[in-house]
């Protein structure tokens, strides 16, 4: 499977209005015939809060990602090869400098309430993450777009403040689903209503989504069930079981250390794709120690990154050099000097820094991540031998990401990546923006930000792109030890056709994409 997120003829096609979405959503690899209609899907799902909400501004992972991909559609979706494919769009199209972006609608998409899908929504949709008074975590990634406007009711034209030649991947985020707008043009998401396959039945915040198909669905080949009941199931032994026990068809992150075991059981099958996640370990960089970049080099040099690989991911990922642009990426640094484990070289630093020791304390839950907690306890090991007191504080699951994440100087958090470096790079480590978890601010990087997004040269950009992973890594405030692997399991019930490698569950789609076997 090609997981490398890059403009492919396919999508270059789109990109140029050359393809329409026509046709393109049975699901790759799969015979038409295998699909039917019926049933349900229960999925036991990861992330879930007792604060999560309907609103995308506050969207982070979890189920309510999962349903609301079902419940509504982007302009955009990436599909099983990476490439960005219309979606309510039917096309799009670029001007010459890829400043301006034209949206051409697809007729006649109806909400779950029978009103007609328009510019005016999309507009509403988006502007919900923009403006000073916008909570979204995704603020950042839209701070490039300096106008939108509809020409009629089918057509949304995106001017933004300089080019960008990846804008139809940042379309695809999963904070910028469609959502119907309010007629003073504020957006509607308190109703939970969109354009896709799914309506809301039953919505208990961390505990279980009810999802119900529609008969009136645009997308005659997909939403194959007539039900989806999501479950919040935050710890990884309990996923496992209610899989075993049948109480659950499919779960995301499995616990790795029994992963082994329980593939040996019959009727469980495993769903795995390389792409961009990450565990990572932001610090405050305007917070004493870690303003200092000579402790942050020290930290870096204090963990043991294989052996994490090696038991936390038990294999199922890659090392990783503090930079969140992974392999799968079309401008990975591959070259970049590998920070390694060596404990000489971290006690030089915190020399540097004028220590001779350091304690710090580092807040934790597996709510964070599968296994953070142990590899925040293999961190604690491995740092003594630099000289380093790794005081681990555990954190409950419930609230981590609303009470720990952006709130404490220094924790364990993770991302699904993006499929460009731009967005990556805009949404967590751009100066002032919302997601930036470890308020890292270098004028070189935020400079050559600008510039990489706008050119259009490849070979310049891959030069750029090269830079920043480089500042990123060294002068960087977060300790990024390894990406890992997708990794779903599911019973012998549940069919699928090839699956998307930009996140778990199938691009976090396969309410909609996958079917009863």
């Not at 492919?8 to 699909?35: C, K, V």
């Not at 009810?210 to 032994?237: C, G, H, M, Q, V």
Request: aromatic residues 10%; charged residues 25%.
């Amino acid at each position: 499977m090609n997981s490398r997120f890059h403009m492919t003829r396919r999508g270059m096609l789109a990109a140029t209005g050359g393809l329409t979405a026509a046709g393109l959503f049975l699901p790759r690899g799969a015979r038409a015939q295998e699909a039917r209609r019926g049933g349900t899907l229960r999925i036991g799902h990861l992330g879930g809060a007792t604060s999560d909400k309907l609103d995308p501004a506050t969207f982070a992972a979890g189920p309510v990602v999962t349903a609301m991909l079902a419940v509504c559609n982007n302009l955009v979706e990436i599909d099983a090869s990476g490439a960005a494919v219309p979606e309510l769009a039917e096309s799009y199209e670029p001007d010459s400098e890829a400043r301006t972006w034209t949206f051409r609608l697809r007729d006649g998409v109806t909400f779950s309430d029978g009103r007609k899908v328009t510019a005016t929504d999309v507009i509403a949709s988006f502007n919900h993450h923009r403006g000073e008074n916008t909570i979204s975590g995704a603020k950042g990634s839209l701070e490039q777009v300096k106008d939108i406007r509809a020409d009629g009711d089918n057509v949304v034209v995106f001017e933004l403040g300089s080019g960008n030649a990846d804008f139809a991947y940042l379309t695809s985020d999963y904070h910028f689903i469609i959502m119907p707008a309010n007629e003073d043009g504020t957006l509607d998401w308190q109703s939970g209503i969109g354009s896709g396959g799914y309506v809301i039945e039953n919505f208990e915040p961390g505990v279980r989504i009810s999802l119900r198909r529609r008969d009136d669905y645009w997308k005659p080949d997909r939403a194959w069930f007539d039900e989806a009941i999501l479950l919040t199931i935050n710890d990884a032994t309990a996923r496992q079981n209610a899989l075993i026990t049948g109480e659950v068809d499919v779960i995301n992150s499995p616990d790795l250390a029994t992963l082994h075991l329980l593939q040996r059981r019959p009727g469980i099958n495993l769903v795995e794709v390389t792409g961009t996640a990450h565990y990572t370990m932001p610090m405050f960089s305007d917070t004493a120690p870690f303003d200092d970049p000579n402790v942050r080099l020290a930290l870096k040099y204090a963990i043991d990154r294989q052996e994490i690989l090696d038991k936390v991911l038990r294999g199922h990922g890659q090392i990783a050099n503090d930079s969140p642009i992974a392999p799968a990426n079309r401008y990975y640094a591959a070259d970049l000097p590998q920070h390694g484990y060596d404990p000489d070289r971290s006690r030089y630093h915190l020399k540097q820094a004028g220590l001779d020791s350091l304690s710090v304390e580092i807040a934790a839950a597996n709510a964070a991540s599968v296994g953070a907690l142990d590899m925040v306890q293999l961190y604690q090991q491995s740092a003594i031998a630099a000289g380093i007191d790794l005081q681990v504080k555990r954190e409950p699951d419930d609230g981590y990401w609303s009470n720990v994440w952006l709130k404490k100087p220094f924790c364990v958090s993770y991302w699904n990546g993006r499929p460009t470096e731009d967005d990556m790079f805009s949404l967590v480590y751009a100066k002032g923006a919302e997601w930036n978890e470890s308020h890292w601010d270098n004028a070189r990087f935020n400079e050559l930000l600008l510039t990489a997004r706008a050119e259009l040269d490849e070979n310049l950009r891959a030069e750029m792109y090269h830079e920043m992973q480089r500042l990123v890594s060294e002068d960087g405030a977060t300790i990024i030890p390894i990406f890992v692997n997708y990794i779903d399991v599911t019973s012998d019930g549940i069919g699928h056709g090839e699956v998307a490698s930009n996140r778990f569950l199938d691009g976090w789609k396969a309410v909609e994409r996958w079917w009863k076997a």
